[in-house]
């Protein structure tokens, strides 16, 4: 198996606006605008909850995307994660994909139909909290594989 390298680029809201925003800190109070997460969850009903990951390699050869919702990912405890999209399509482009550095002070809301891989990270584990619908692993979960249909597997470097 070759390994497609994919270098890794800090997050900011202009370079992830394609797949989704990046939600940062605001004071108390702030008026709702367009910084806040624009989320989609009216074809279901809502789901929030902690998943506990254990660490994973830094790579890929398969991406997912959910149509129905946006997506809401951040880690907990302050711990800095790592994230593979492309914009969403019928299938992810892999001239398309980028990865991302995502600090551990933010979250990131996933646009309808962004693919993504990940989270990966360093440490050993790590809880993430989750934002979709209810049943988005069941009846929302598109997987595509980028090592059957491309022959691509990628490393995040």
Not at 75 to 82: D, N, R
Not at 126 to 139: A, G
Request: net charge negative; proline share 10%.
């Amino acid at each position: 198996m070759t390994l497609t390298p994919l270098h890794l680029e800090p997050i900011t809201p202009e370079t992830f606006a394609p797949f989704g925003q990046q939600i940062l800190p605001t004071a108390d109070g702030k008026p709702y605008d367009r910084t806040d997460a624009q989320l989609e969850l009216s074809q279901g009903i809502p789901r929030f909850y902690i998943m506990r990951l254990t660490q994973r390699r830094r790579q890929f050869h398969r991406m997912t995307h959910h149509q129905r919702c946006t997506q809401c990912l951040g880690s907990l405890h302050g711990q800095p994660w790592l994230l593979a999209v492309a914009p969403p399509s019928p299938q992810p482009d892999p001239q398309a994909i980028r990865a991302f550095q995502i600090p551990g002070d933010c979250f990131v809301k996933l646009h309808q139909g962004t693919w993504h891989a990940g989270p990966y990270f360093d440490a050993d584990v790590v809880d993430f909290y989750n934002l979709e619908l209810s049943d988005t692993n069941i009846t929302d979960h598109v997987t595509y594989d980028l090592q059957a249909e491309h022959g691509l597997t990628f490393v995040l470097v």
